[in-house]
């Protein structure tokens, strides 16, 4: 069985940056769809961005846009969240989640799957202004 273990989480300062990994175990990343969320005191969880296990297809909800980055390397078996000029609102647990959907394109544009079989724990991340 997949399992999933996020880390890099921290304190950091509003402009910095922070880079998350998820990490898998028990099966290769390379055949999941990965999608990171987050969840914020009192708010419900949402998505952040999700990376394709067929050519990389990426997308960002327009909140992080332009300042996160996802990647994948498969030979570690870890999915990145690359997160620049952080900013308050960017304060939450993160969690990294797997399905081996595919997710579907409208247009030009990849949307991740809706559900996801597998999740890790979780990395908190406080940005401080």
């Known amino acids: 069985q997949l399992q999933l273990v996020e880390s890099g989480g921290g304190l950091e300062q509003v402009g910095g940056s922070l880079r998350l990994s998820c990490t898998a175990s028990g099966g290769s990343l390379g055949d999941y769809t990965i999608h990171w969320f987050r969840q914020a005191p009192g708010k419900e969880r949402e998505g952040v961005s999700c990376i394709s296990s067929v050519a990389g297809a990426q997308h960002y909800e327009d909140s992080v846009l332009g300042r996160f980055t996802i990647s994948r390397d498969n030979i570690k078996n870890t999915v990145y969240l690359r997160m620049n000029n952080l900013k308050p609102e960017d304060t939450a647990v993160y969690y990294c989640?797997?399905?081996?959907?595919?997710?579907?394109?409208?247009?030009?544009?990849?949307?991740?799957?809706?559900?996801?079989?597998?999740w890790g724990e979780g990395t908190q991340v406080t940005v401080s202004s």
């Open positions: 989640a797997a399905d081996q959907a595919l997710g579907w394109y409208s247009g030009s544009s990849y949307h991740c799957p809706n559900e996801y079989e597998y």
